[in-house]
């Protein structure tokens, strides 16, 4: 089933923070979070872990609380490159075949 | 560099013609993905292999057929009996991220926009 993404948009000055939500109604052993910018491929940027681990790219940041089976992407001081559609990626199989399920993407718009 | 090529990057079919999308990766990931694309919907798992000469469905594989003969190599039919074949299509590979577990990380290729006509 595909995780739900909040916002589905979001419009920002340069320089301004963003949230972007991702839930899941399974249990998940790891979420993963891409960027796509218009007419290319996504982009990896982090890894959540079970565990909640939290882990950081550049202004980037993410959270994962693995009871509420929920992760959110933190956006600091957004710049001008950070537009694009963000994904997320949850993986709530089991067994060796291991494949994500993605949202259906928060299409963020940084203005100057 | 290393990376995924998916061709072509345009292609226009009439209806009832089959089509194949190529992809080819040099990163020798022992995995290798297909999803679609559709506005609004994000990307949807159609196809996936772990290994040379195995793959399994994904949510979507109804229409579609693949084959595994090389470790480099993951091609895509489009068949006559996909209903709704215009999309984006991206070709994914994946290696496994050192002993952590969990899903492997993607690296994509830079997609097919297929459209039928």
């Known amino acids: 089933q595909q995780p739900v993404q909040s916002p589905q948009a979001v419009i920002l000055r340069e320089g301004e923070d963003a949230v972007i939500n991702c839930s899941s109604s399974k249990a998940l052993y790891s979420v993963h979070w891409y960027r796509q910018k218009h007419g290319e491929a996504p982009v990896f940027l982090m890894i959540l872990l079970k565990g909640g681990e939290q882990k950081g790219h550049e202004k980037i940041s993410a959270s994962f609380n693995e009871k509420k089976q929920q992760s959110s992407l933190y956006l600091t001081a957004s710049q001008l490159s950070y537009s694009g559609t963000y994904f997320c990626g949850t993986d709530s199989t089991s067994g060796s075949a291991r494949q994500l399920t993605f949202g259906s993407g928060t299409q963020l718009t940084v203005l100057p | 560099d290393g990376g995924i090529t998916q061709s072509p990057k345009y292609l226009f079919r009439k209806e009832g013609q089959n089509v194949t999308l190529s992809c080819e990766q040099n990163?020798?990931?022992?995995?290798m993905y297909w999803y679609r694309q559709d506005p609004g919907q994000g990307l949807r798992l159609i196809y996936y292999?772990?290994?040379?000469?195995?793959?399994q469905k994904g949510d979507i594989a109804e229409g579609y057929s693949v084959s595994r003969e090389k470790k480099e190599s993951f091609p895509l039919t489009v068949t006559s009996a996909q209903k709704n074949p215009t999309a984006f299509y991206l070709c994914?590979?994946?290696?496994?991220?050192?002993?952590?577990?969990?899903?492997?990380?993607?690296?994509f290729g830079a997609g097919s926009r297929l459209t039928v006509l």
């Open positions: 990163l020798n990931h022992d995995a």
């Open positions: 292999s772990q290994i040379v000469n195995d793959f």
């Open positions: 994914a590979s994946s290696f496994n991220p050192g002993g952590r577990g969990g899903a492997n990380v993607l690296t």
